[in-house]
């Protein structure tokens, strides 16, 4: 404890003395991307087709595309113009609705809020009922269950239909501020929160020699269908945390169709993972997040020596090195194999890295992606890096199961708006405000969580509109008169399998598919 808040110290030593202007300055930087993205208040579309929000009026709903000599707005969803990016054009006001902090106080730093959100402890008014899995090669994951402090019974009934959210943390462990606060905005809307802990990571027993690779989403794969076997009457909803949403791309883009989540949304993500890791971040972020995982991997320091070299481990002074001492050594559980013969140590690492990103790049398989992703990224995020570098603006363009909403500012993960500081108090503590009928305060609710939330809504009412459309129609086929329409409906009557009784058929959820890239 005593080394996390030195660490904090000199952070927020590093920032008072940071260049004012990089981080608290003008607009110039970030209104010149969003005009470069096209943010506009009337246009019409482009040769590209990219579309982009930019409501103003309660009555929007417009789809304004690349477009230029307008004035800049604050937040852009940037997607392929499709049925779906109109429904949620119309339906999701919170996209528009966003104030950031401007001005020179603590919330408008993109580097003090980041740090806030991930270090600042939170008195959340929910606990976690742990489950541990035992995975297929004896190894263990947990999924912790968010649940109200009061509630007397402790574990939910497996009949229940609420809506299941799988919270997925950053990759380093750290349940954070942010992560918290969304379990219990979560909990006011009626999901039921989950919270995804990967081997070693929040106190689960690490009970094999493999560590989880950065992109490996095996282990993920098995806690979804124990999801799916523990809540099989509720939708699956999924949310990635910082560099977690490289797992939760992966596991789409392997499942592809078969991932049983109905949307999903990364909040602040690295796309480019390898690229993050080659380029590192700003030193006292580094020192950071090395620190913090070399006091989690030391509790196995003695069990890992069996594999790694674990003095090249705790002697890496980057996140890299961490990476490449875990997993791309030679004999480690999933390394590369071992080089030929004469190959140099430099040509064999190299090789090792490249072949270790090859298989845990996020986006290697994100063309089999199939349900509704959007990405929440900010401008000014510090541990990203610059946008146009970073950003896969083209999958967001050419894609239509990929939305990006982004905003100029909210550093990363923090997002804060005006409304959060309206209160007196430390860091701008608001009093809390009480959900009806769900017994959870929700204390200054996120900007970014209503907006996940509200996508959330938007895009199961999309799908169950068109499922019923559907349903219309095939209806009118069958009564389109004649002997034809009657045979139809006695034959349907007599051959179609019975489902089981459930609130929603997977399998009918994927019909759908391809229906709202038209």
């Known amino acids: 404890m005593l080394e996390w808040l030195v660490a904090l110290f000199i952070v927020i030593l590093v920032v008072l003395i940071w260049p004012g202007s990089k981080y608290f300055g003008t607009e110039s930087q970030s209104d010149a991307l969003l005009r470069g993205l096209g943010i506009a208040q009337q246009a019409t579309k482009d040769k590209t087709g990219r579309c982009v929000s930019d409501r103003e009026e309660s009555d929007g709903a417009q789809t304004a595309c690349a477009g230029t000599g307008e004035k800049a707005r604050t937040v852009a969803l940037i997607c392929k113009p499709s049925a779906l990016a109109n429904y949620l054009l119309k339906h999701c006001r919170t996209f528009s609705n966003y104030s950031p902090c401007v001005g020179w106080t603590w919330r408008a730093s993109?580097?003090?809020?980041?740090?806030?959100?991930?270090?600042?402890?939170?008195?959340?008014?929910?606990?976690?009922?742990?489950?541990?899995?035992?995975?297929?090669?004896?190894?263990?994951?947990a999924l912790d269950w968010a649940v109200?402090?009061?509630?007397?019974?402790?574990?939910?009934?497996s009949h229940s239909t609420s809506p299941v959210l799988l919270i997925i943390p950053n990759s380093f462990?750290?349940?954070?501020?942010?992560?918290?606060?969304?379990?219990?905005?979560?909990?006011?809307?009626?999901?039921?929160?989950?919270?995804?802990?990967?081997?070693?990571?929040?106190?689960?027993?690490?009970?094999?020699?493999?560590?989880?690779q950065f992109g490996d989403p095996a282990d993920l794969r098995e806690a979804v269908r124990y999801i799916r076997y523990r809540q099989p009457a509720g939708r699956l909803y999924a949310v990635s945390e910082s560099t977690g949403s490289g797992l939760l791309l992966?596991?789409?883009?392997?499942?592809?169709s078969s991932s049983y989540v109905t949307a999903a949304v990364c909040l602040s993500p690295v796309?480019?993972?390898?690229?993050?890791?080659?380029?590192?971040l700003c030193w006292p972020l580094q020192w950071a997040l090395v620190v913090y995982q070399k006091i989690c991997l030391s509790r196995y320091k003695t069990v890992l020596g069996e594999t790694i070299q674990t003095d090249t481990l705790f002697s890496s002074c980057s996140l890299r090195g961490l990476e490449e001492s875990l997993f791309c050594q030679t004999g480690h559980v999933g390394s590369a194999p071992a080089a030929p013969a004469g190959t140099s140590s430099s040509s064999i690492t190299s090789g090792a890295w490249d072949s270790y990103w090859e298989r845990n790049e996020p986006l290697r398989d994100v063309d089999e992606v199939a349900i509704p992703v959007l990405s929440m990224c900010a401008q000014d995020d510090p541990v990203r890096g610059d946008t146009q570098s970073t950003v896969p603006l083209e999958l967001f363009e050419t894609n239509p199961h990929f939305f990006l909403l982004l905003t100029d500012r909210g550093g990363h993960c923090g997002f804060s708006t005006q409304s959060d500081?309206?209160?007196?108090?430390a860091f701008g503590a608001v009093s809390p405000a009480v959900v009806p009928n769900s017994g959870v305060g929700s204390r200054g609710t996120n900007w970014s969580h209503k907006a996940l939330l509200e996508f959330f809504r938007?895009?199961?009412?999309?799908?169950?509109?068109?499922?019923?459309?559907?349903?219309?129609?095939?209806?009118?086929?069958?009564?389109?008169?004649?002997?034809?329409?009657?045979?139809?409906?006695h034959r349907s009557v007599s051959t179609c399998k019975r489902m089981p009784a459930c609130s929603h058929n997977i399998h009918a959820i994927y019909n759908w598919q391809r229906s709202y890239t038209r």
């Not at 980041?114 to 541990?132: G, H, L, M």
């Not at 500081?421 to 108090?425: E, F, I, L, Q, T």
């Open 421 to 425: 500081g309206s209160a007196p108090g």
């Open 110 to 141: 993109a580097f003090l809020q980041s740090v806030y959100e991930a270090c600042w402890p939170y008195d959340s008014p929910v606990q976690f009922v742990r489950d541990n899995l035992q995975l297929s090669d004896d190894g263990l994951v």
């Open 271 to 280: 796309f480019r993972c390898q690229s993050w890791f080659e380029n590192g």
């Open 148 to 157: 109200p402090s009061y509630q007397k019974r402790r574990r939910t009934s």
């Open 250 to 256: 992966s596991y789409l883009g392997e499942c592809g």
């Open 173 to 212: 462990g750290k349940i954070t501020r942010n992560v918290l606060k969304l379990c219990e905005t979560a909990l006011s809307q009626g999901y039921l929160p989950a919270v995804f802990n990967r081997r070693s990571h929040n106190g689960t027993p690490l009970t094999t020699l493999k560590l989880q």
């Open 458 to 489: 938007a895009t199961t009412d999309f799908f169950a509109a068109e499922e019923r459309a559907k349903q219309l129609a095939a209806r009118r086929r069958g009564l389109g008169g004649g002997a034809g329409g009657r045979v139809f409906r």
